[in-house]
């Protein structure tokens, strides 16, 4: 507050206290005088008397007869003294009225300011017991640090006395908290933020602090005002938080670790089970005997099945599916999988066909085991939930000018779906059938694992359906970095006219499609009778293997009706390959297995009509066929490392059966042993190697052997790894620790004697 003169200031004990009632009281009074004055009559009549006595005076010298100029000159020296008294008073009356004026304009203003200058510092107490009252610090510093200022609420925070923390920088008081430098704020303010840590006797405690430091431009006086708020309950809870997230890691790691563990000992009896019960099945069983090895194998698969949604779904739920995008060929791994789900569609005598676009790309980048699995999940439903008819897939690829997708369709023509059921069908856990006594097993993870990876890998999946008429599933992936199928094959079955004889509608029906996107025309007939309108321009004619007779009666029956000069080819299932030497002889060029593959089918439509040429289908990735490879008449020479005596006795089972000659060792030392001690060298076509051994496991064998090999500038023996873990991440590190191939357990015999022997024939 600053005093001014004539102004003093009196409060009651109460008020100043600021506990009274009544508000401070203000009086003013005159200050005063510096000296005594003069009565006001005797300072006003004084120098009136004067010129009155220097009149007379003038009368006086007239009388006595003074000369005439002493007079006059008297007489005028006091009337102008008159005159002047008396202009001087009216000047006087008027300065004091202006100075009267003026004193009250004055007092009146510094009485407006006094009250400005109260209220202002009224609003600065409330203002400080407001932010005091909120339990904020504040605090006022100079350019270098000091405190010029700082509230009760800090004062009392580090223990110091108010007045007393003047001076002081925040380092003296343990707190860390720097200074803004100059630069950041030379032209503009610089509002700062940051969480400081203060130590107090109760423990530590936690501000967030702001500060604003600004430059006067008129005076540049530096200043940084701060306000800081406790955020210790914040803190301690995002503590809580990180410790809980930390545990709930440690658990989900745990847990990954548990279900690797579980999914290989899992594996480990399920691939003794299946293995040897496929191996039984070769044997001479009787009927009654086939049907409970049958049994054995179906329940093994379907638990297999759904320990593979269990722990996709785990890994899903954990947050640790990425997916691994690779180069990947759409069309061999939808042929792939549709000859993988034939037997269970020929099971149920349903069909199952696939037709790929002939613009879908040769090769697209994707992560090929999780649209396998996809695949594997919607045909897999389809042929579970379709008891007469069949499942068509097919493969085409949409764009427009932003995207570039493939999309899969898998057509069905089951019992469908309510309308209800078509927004759940994804969820987890969920079945079109919730009753108990549903027909369909299942846990009802199929369908929500493969929504999650389809969504995971950029794309969409739906589902459209019609109670009594069946369901079509739609999922459509990104074809990224795609390679351009051969455009030279598009029109390549122009001028050729096909006839397809089959009560299978879905098989016919992709089989003809096939043949018109390639330029062919094609007619379809279920009997003998609707095919024969058709001879006149037929110069191919496929015909069902299950409609035919021992005798080739039905193909007979057709020549005499007008097809002579056609092509006969027949359609034959896995288990109607016994009969391939009278379907010969019976008229039939060759034939094409079922499920046909687009590829297959358009080799043999393309090649002569020569019955001597070796049939297509031997070419075919995973047929059950007895192989010669190059000029190894007596079989391969294999080398298996497995520590699982039921796993090594499958493998070696399987292997001894297709011709070759096998020896087991236990772990991976035995095995760099075998293959690179004295006697040894080059001996082995093929290494089988486990993945998980004791001694040494097989990543540091193919390791040891690899680093021989290069020692000693010996060819590569091709090196199989055996894992029961069929992640692609797996695949691709085994392959780069200089693996030639991988096959996941529980082992398939067909694909086992394949995967060895496609080694060698490479």
Not at 130 to 141: E, F, M, N, P, S
Not at 383 to 410: N, P, S
Not at 525 to 530: E, V, W
Request: hydrophobic share 45%.
């Amino acid at each position: 507050m600053i005093a001014e003169p004539g102004i003093k200031e009196t409060q009651s004990a109460e008020s100043v206290n600021g506990t009274g009632p009544e508000a401070p009281r203000r009086q003013i009074v005159a200050a005063p005088p510096l000296a005594p004055e003069l009565p006001r009559a005797n300072r006003e009549g004084l120098p009136f008397l004067t010129l009155i006595a220097i009149v007379v005076m003038a009368g006086l010298a007239h009388l006595t007869g003074a000369p005439i100029f002493i007079t006059v000159g008297l007489l005028a020296t006091g009337i102008a003294g008159i005159a002047m008294h008396l202009r001087a008073k009216r000047t006087e009356r008027r300065t004091v009225a202006l100075l009267d004026e003026t004193t009250a304009r004055s007092r009146a203003e510094i009485e407006t300011l006094a009250d400005r200058m109260w209220e202002m510092q009224e609003s600065e107490e409330r203002f400080r017991g407001l932010i005091d009252a909120l339990g904020d610090l504040v605090v006022h510093r100079d350019r270098d640090g000091h405190i010029v200022y700082a509230n009760k609420v800090f004062a009392d925070l580090v223990e110091t006395d108010q007045r007393d923390l003047a001076g002081k920088t925040l380092a003296e008081l343990g707190i860390d908290v720097g200074i803004v430098p100059d630069a950041a704020f030379s032209d503009h303010e610089c509002l700062s933020s940051t969480d400081v840590a203060i130590r107090t006797p109760g423990g530590p405690r936690w501000f967030s602090w702001i500060e604003l430091s600004v430059r006067d431009k008129g005076s540049g006086a530096v200043s940084h005002r701060a306000i800081a708020r406790d955020i210790t309950a914040r803190k301690r809870a995002e503590s809580s938080l990180i410790t809980a997230r930390e545990r709930a890691e440690y658990a989900s790691q745990a847990k990954s670790r548990f279900l690797a563990t579980v999914s290989h000992e899992i594996r480990t009896p399920m691939n003794g089970i299946m293995g040897m019960a496929r191996l039984l099945a070769d044997t001479s069983l009787s009927p009654e005997q086939r049907t409970y090895v049958g049994a054995v194998s179906t329940s093994a698969s379907a638990l297999l099945a759904l320990i593979e949604d269990l722990l996709d779904y785990s890994k899903i739920e954990a947050g640790r599916f990425d997916p691994e995008p690779q180069p990947m060929s759409v069309r061999e791994t939808a042929d792939n999988i549709i000859e993988l789900l034939a037997a269970r569609a020929f099971a149920k005598n349903i069909g199952l066909g696939c037709h790929v676009e002939p613009d879908v790309p040769q090769m697209i980048s994707a992560d090929p085991g999780r649209v396998r699995q996809v695949l594997l999940n919607l045909i897999g439903n389809a042929i579970k939930f379709t008891d007469g008819g069949g499942v068509l897939v097919t493969v085409a690829r949409t764009r427009t000018d932003t995207t570039d997708r493939i999309r899969f369709t898998i057509t069905d023509t089951g019992p469908g779906l309510h309308e209800d059921d078509l927004d759940r069908i994804f969820e987890e856990f969920e079945q079109a059938d919730g009753t108990s006594t549903r027909t369909h097993g299942g846990a009802g993870l199929g369908l929500a694992i493969s929504k999650r990876l389809v969504i995971a890998m950029g794309g969409t999946i739906s589902v459209s359906s019609q109670l009594g008429q069946g369901s079509e599933f739609i999922f459509e992936i990104p074809a990224a970095s795609a390679t351009e199928a051969p455009q030279n094959r598009q029109n390549a079955l122009s001028g050729r006219h096909a006839v397809i004889l089959s009560k299978n509608a879905i098989e016919a029906d992709a089989i003809a499609r096939t043949i018109r996107a390639n330029g062919g025309k094609v007619d379809l007939a279920a009997t003998a009778a609707q095919a024969a309108p058709f001879a006149g321009n037929c110069d191919l004619l496929l015909i069902d293997a299950a409609m035919e007779e021992s005798d080739g009666r039905l193909l007979k029956r057709l020549r005499q009706s007008g097809f002579v000069e056609c092509e006969a080819i027949t359609l034959i299932a896995p288990t109607d390959r016994g009969m391939l030497g009278e379907f010969r002889a019976n008229g039939y060029a060759t034939f094409l297995a079922r499920p046909v593959r687009g590829e297959t089918l358009l080799r043999v439509l393309l090649t002569s009509h020569a019955s001597a040429h070796a049939p297509p289908e031997a070419e075919k990735p995973g047929a059950p066929s007895v192989r010669v490879i190059g000029s190894r008449q007596h079989g391969l020479s294999v080398l298996i490392a497995e520590d699982n005596d039921i796993n090594a006795m499958l493998a070696r089972a399987t292997l001894l059966k297709a011709g070759h000659r096998v020896k087991v060792v236990g772990n991976g030392k035995a095995a760099v042993e075998a293959v690179i001690g004295t006697g040894h060298k080059h001996r082995f076509d093929v290494v089988l190697m486990d993945l998980h051994m004791p001694v040494m496991d097989g990543l540091d064998a193919i390791a040891a052997i690899r680093r021989h090999e290069e020692e000693t500038a010996a060819p590569p023996v091709p090196i199989m790894v055996l894992s029961a873990d069929s992640q692609e991440k797996t695949r691709h590190a085994v392959l780069a620790h200089g693996a030639s191939g991988f096959v996941t357990k529980p082992l398939d015999p067909d694909a086992l004697v394949h995967a060895v022997e496609g080694q060698v024939a490479a």
